[in-house]
């Protein structure tokens, strides 16, 4: 069976790359990438993309960005 795991990032720039899947510019990337929790995606032992957790208020949990590689798209990784 296959398996989603993540891991807590501390290096945020190491992962641009990723973040540029799903966000257009660095510029708009840098002015939230120092917010909340990001997290790498890891599938099958893999890294595959990240998502990044904000929290606008004590009760909520936004997804500010979460970006798939296109290889491991539509295997559910995202839901």
Same mark, same amino acid.
């Given at each position: 069976m296959n398996s989603v795991i993540l891991k807590k990032v501390q290096n945020r720039n190491g992962y641009m790359s990723y973040l540029l899947l799903a966000?257009?510019?660095?510029? @708009?990337?840098?002015g939230y990438i120092n917010e909340g929790e990001l997290y790498v995606i890891q599938f099958d032992n $893999?890294?595959?993309?990240?998502?990044? #957790? =904000?929290?606008?208020? #004590?009760? =909520?949990?936004e997804i $500010?960005? @979460?970006a798939i590689t296109e290889?491991?798209?539509g295997h559910g990784i995202g839901k």
């Open positions: 966000d257009e510019s660095e510029d @708009i990337i840098n $893999k890294e595959v993309g990240v998502v990044l #957790f =904000t929290f606008p208020s #004590f009760d =909520t949990v $500010k960005n @979460i290889i491991a798209r």
